[in-house]
């Protein structure tokens, strides 16, 4: 039978399927993403040292080891800073200021021997030069991670000085004669010259727990008098305390409990307690520390993982963003989900077909999600664009090359003009790779 006997019906349909499949695949022009770089492979890894910024036309990755800037438009290694010695990184900064990252450093050994995260230091962005640096005091002589240690905004970069006679959740210390002063404990430099700017005194009892900063404001979780954990705000321009609240309205906050700033302006907190009738939720605040919108990691849009990747957790346009595991029959798929950070209610949310996001970017009214398909494994990933207010999707495309598996899990996502770009941390992965629309 030739080609013009065959059914109109059955040639539209045949080509309706070469076309989804092509689609799927990432090779239908305007439809498609394809890579454009990756950065060389890592091969040693750490738990601690890990993290990253965009600076104008720079990438940068930080390791335990390291600090790397590459070209965001070809992926091409600028300049790496390698930290002194043995050293390595135990705090990163999570946001920039000026075209500056601050990074903590120090090595595993005894503490009276200088020992521990005892170095914080400035890094210029654009170029890789250290700028300063200056010794903090580290809680103890190991090495890990240091959540919220360091901090810049407004022009300044915020130290917290720990006290090894101090713990924050247990009420033994072994000297109260040698207690760090709550006047020492928090602390402001210039951020591109080091030069001291101010210290903090503390509410009595209380020493900080987290630290973070914007143009705003100096945020800082307190954990006071060993049983509670409040949230404080202090002047950029003198370090004049404005206000202290408690973490929840409801009930005190454990000195045990895991918190993390996501953002200054305007204050988000993350807290986990090890209790299972604590607080498990994301906190918003007003910019006069009164309490806005409660957001719990479970919820009729499921169960949003409290040690999830930054990567999929993001506060932009007054909403938070971030991937929640809804149960379905006898698996679970991710859903996105946005919140008003105002009230703390569902706003939207996004499940197109039974997936798994991988990670996501707020900003400029869109969100950015990268998205597994699990009915389809781990070949096809897939972009998808949503309009911040109103959750409708904008865009929607295919990754022409595998982005994501166990062992790249995507820790960061950046926008960069036209380039969508992707951080991992780990072994022996790419730990950037970016790609643009086809």
């Not at 926008?415 to 790609?435: F, N, T």
């Amino acid at each position: 039978m030739g080609l013009l006997a065959i059914p109109v019906g059955i040639v539209a349909v045949v080509a309706t399927l070469v076309v989804a499949l092509v689609d799927s695949e990432g090779y239908w022009p305007g439809g498609a993403m394809v890579r454009a770089w990756e950065a060389p492979r890592d091969l040693n890894a750490a738990d601690h040292g890990n993290g990253g910024w965009l600076v104008d036309d720079t990438v940068i990755r930080t390791r335990f080891d390291a600090v790397t800037g590459f070209g965001a438009a070809d992926g091409k290694e600028r300049w790496e800073y390698v930290v002194p010695g043995r050293a390595e990184i135990c705090a990163v900064s999570t946001t920039t200021v000026d075209g500056i990252g601050l990074i903590a450093y120090g090595e595993d050994g005894d503490l009276e021997k200088g020992g521990g995260c005892a170095t914080a230091a400035a890094i210029d962005l654009r170029t890789g030069d250290e700028l300063w640096h200056t010794p903090v005091a580290p809680e103890s002589g190991t090495l890990q991670e240091q959540p919220d240690l360091v901090a810049v905004g407004g022009g300044l970069a915020v130290l917290r000085d720990d006290d090894p006679y101090w713990s924050y959740d247990d009420d033994v210390y072994n000297d109260p004669g040698e207690r760090l002063a709550g006047a020492e404990a928090l602390r402001a430099v210039d951020a591109r010259t080091g030069a001291a700017r101010w210290k903090a005194a503390m509410p009595e009892g209380c020493l900080p727990y987290r630290v973070s900063a914007s143009t705003a404001q100096v945020l800082a979780v307190l954990a006071c008098e060993r049983t509670d954990l409040k949230l404080a705000a202090f002047d950029p321009a003198d370090g004049a305390l404005r206000w202290q609240a408690p973490l929840d309205a409801r009930r005190s906050v454990a000195t045990d409990a895991e918190v993390s700033v996501l953002s200054a302006e305007p204050p988000v907190v993350q807290v986990t307690e090890r209790a299972d009738r604590g607080v498990h939720a994301f906190l918003a605040f007003t910019a006069d520390g009164d309490p806005r919108g409660r957001i719990e990691f479970d919820g009729a849009y499921g169960e949003i993982p409290a040690d999830q990747a930054r990567a999929k957790v993001a506060v932009s346009d007054g909403r938070l963003f971030a991937v929640a595991a809804y149960p379905y029959k006898s698996y679970t798929y991710d859903q996105l989900v946005a919140f008003d950070l105002e009230t703390g209610d569902e706003a939207w949310r996004a499940r197109p077909g039974r997936r798994d996001f991988s990670g996501l970017y707020a900003g400029g009214g869109r969100v950015t999600a990268v998205s597994d398909p699990n009915e389809k494994g781990t070949s096809d990933d897939d972009l998808h664009v949503f309009d911040a207010k109103s959750g409708d999707e904008k865009d929607d495309r295919s990754f022409r090359e595998d982005v994501d598996d166990d062992s790249n899990a995507l820790a960061d996502v950046y926008m960069h003009e036209d380039l969508l770009i992707l951080a991992r941390w780990g072994d022996a992965v790419r730990p950037l790779s970016a790609y643009e629309t086809w």
